[in-house]
């Protein structure tokens, strides 16, 4: 994000505005501090080779179990990026200022899912270029634009449940631990339609069988954009 | 605070109770002793009495669960939360229990006490979720925010049971959609009529025991209240003494 942008209001409605003005705080402190960037691409990057060494160096092995190993490594990561969304907003009460704006509790969550997704699927366009070197997956040239559609889609499943369950977790002991505990099964679903649709791409180039894994992301995002969206007063009501 | 005795244990919950333990001796009883052996799963339909039935009333609580979290959301009475708890632990138990007859049944069926059924599979994701739940209930203090949590918790978790439906039945298939078994290996498919109705007898049973002990806690969780209120009152005028409940 150019820093020069920072002075000027996102147009359109105001609840719209002020969800817009959320996710482009975020990313420019983002950009500035590189908290997030430093943790999470360094992490997923040792998630992709731990895992390569675990599995073992069958060539067809590794082939077969990267696309997993992928969505893994981005699980874990959105776990990072979104409790850091919140950890950020802990310091010097920044939270509690910011729900003392005007506006409804349902653009703070857009504004930070925004930040967040668009942070979590910029990692996962970064790392599938490298799962596919280091596990030796090779994607046909019609299957780029049915990977990238996936991963955008799977990253703002993940990034729905992860802020939603961040703004909740950021105020509790054991926060680390129990986000991901939150998590996880909620996403279960992403994780496999988001690995099948990668796996169907890359593996079998069956290009219908991935169309149809996307709409069961498409549908999953969805109802949790709306069902998050409308009960997200309820976490941050004092 | 001490003036306003409990209220004594009401005589219909003493009757529902000898009621449900007569009904799990009648459920046992058809279970075990009067149903024939199934023609294609043998001795091993008796497990399916108990486990079917485990199974419908887990999701019944999962539902009820998040209906009361939802009007408590809208009302704000203490009680819905104490009622949406009670149906969360019991979901939890018979999540539990669902699982354990599933692999009882699974492990002389096909040879493996997990082998990824999308039914258990369902069922264990949904354990995970409550424990998510009852984790974040001991965590929040609280007792209106934990009351908001929990019910947005559950929510979540009521709208994550068609996707991990579907996650679940999918998960061994390459394409989605095209792999639907409608005649799931099921206890409803068999020719005799005695087992279904066996079934469903057994399965009124356990939503008999689902209703006493959901009652029985939501009772627990009253008194629980009226005391928290008590000590709060007593807190405030005589600080020091002891409150007997």
């Not at chain 1, 506006?103 to 596919?132: D, E, F």
């Not at chain 1, 990034?159 to 509790?172: D, N």
């Not at chain 2, 333990?21 to 002793?33: E, M, Q």
């Not at chain 2, 209703?211 to 008194?223: K, M, S, T």
Request: net charge neutral; hydrophobic share 60%; proline share 5%.
């Amino acid at each position: 994000m150019p820093e020069g942008a920072a002075r000027e209001l996102p147009v359109g409605p105001p609840a719209w505005r002020a969800a817009l003005a959320i996710a482009g705080k975020d990313l420019r402190l983002e950009w500035r501090s590189r908290a997030v960037t430093v943790a999470t691409v360094f992490f997923s990057a040792i998630v992709l080779v731990l895992l390569a060494f675990a599995v073992g160096a069958n060539d067809a092995v590794l082939a077969e179990v990267g696309p997993g190993v992928l969505w893994v490594a981005l699980a874990f990561a959105g776990v990072i990026s979104s409790a850091q969304g919140y950890a950020a907003e802990l310091e010097d009460g920044a939270f509690e200022q910011l729900l003392l704006y005007p506006v409804p509790r349902a653009s703070i969550y857009l504004g930070k899912l925004l930040a967040n997704w668009l942070y979590t699927a910029a990692l996962g366009l970064l790392l599938l270029p490298t799962t596919a070197l280091l596990y030796g997956l090779s994607v046909p040239v019609r299957g780029w634009p049915v990977l990238v559609a996936t991963v955008a889609l799977g990253t703002l499943g993940f990034a729905l449940i992860s802020t939603f369950y961040a703004a909740l977790t950021s105020s509790l002991r054991a926060r680390e631990s129990l986000l991901p505990v939150l998590m996880f099964p909620v996403v279960v679903p992403i994780l496999l339609a988001a690995v099948r649709a990668t796996g169907a791409t890359v593996r079998l180039d069956d290009l219908a069988a991935a169309r149809d894994w996307l709409q069961l992301l498409t549908g999953f995002d969805l109802v949790y954009a709306v069902t998050c969206t409308a009960i997200f007063a309820y976490l941050t009501d004092e | 605070m001490t003036d306003t005795p409990a209220p004594p244990r009401p005589l219909w919950l003493n009757l529902l109770g000898a009621v449900t333990l007569l009904g799990l001796a009648v459920g046992a009883w058809l279970g075990l002793v009067v149903s024939p052996p199934d023609q294609n799963q043998g001795e091993l339909i008796r497990i399916m009495y108990a486990h079917v039935s485990a199974a419908w009333v887990c999701f019944l609580a999962v539902i009820l669960a998040a209906v009361f979290g939802m009007l408590y959301l809208w009302r704000g009475r203490a009680i819905d939360d104490v009622r949406a708890a009670a149906h969360a632990e019991l979901a939890l138990l018979f999540a539990g229990l669902t699982i354990v007859g599933g692999m009882t049944y699974s492990k002389p069926t096909l040879g493996a006490f997990w082998d990824w059924d999308p039914k258990l599979t369902l069922t264990a994701l949904l354990f995970a979720l409550l424990v998510g739940y009852f984790v974040v209930r001991a965590l929040v203090d609280d007792r209106q925010r934990r009351g908001r949590v929990s019910a947005v918790v559950a929510i979540v978790v009521l709208a994550s049971l068609p996707f991990n439906w579907m996650a679940a039945e999918w998960f061994r298939t390459i394409h989605p959609a095209k792999s639907f078994d409608v005649t799931a290996a099921g206890v409803q498919d068999t020719a005799d009529p005695i087992f279904r109705w066996i079934l469903l007898i057994n399965v009124a049973v356990a939503a008999l025991v689902y209703a006493w002990f959901a009652l029985e806690r939501i009772r627990i969780g009253r008194l629980e209240l009226r005391a928290e209120a008590a000590r709060d009152a007593g807190d405030a005028s005589a600080p020091g003494e002891v409150v007997h409940v």
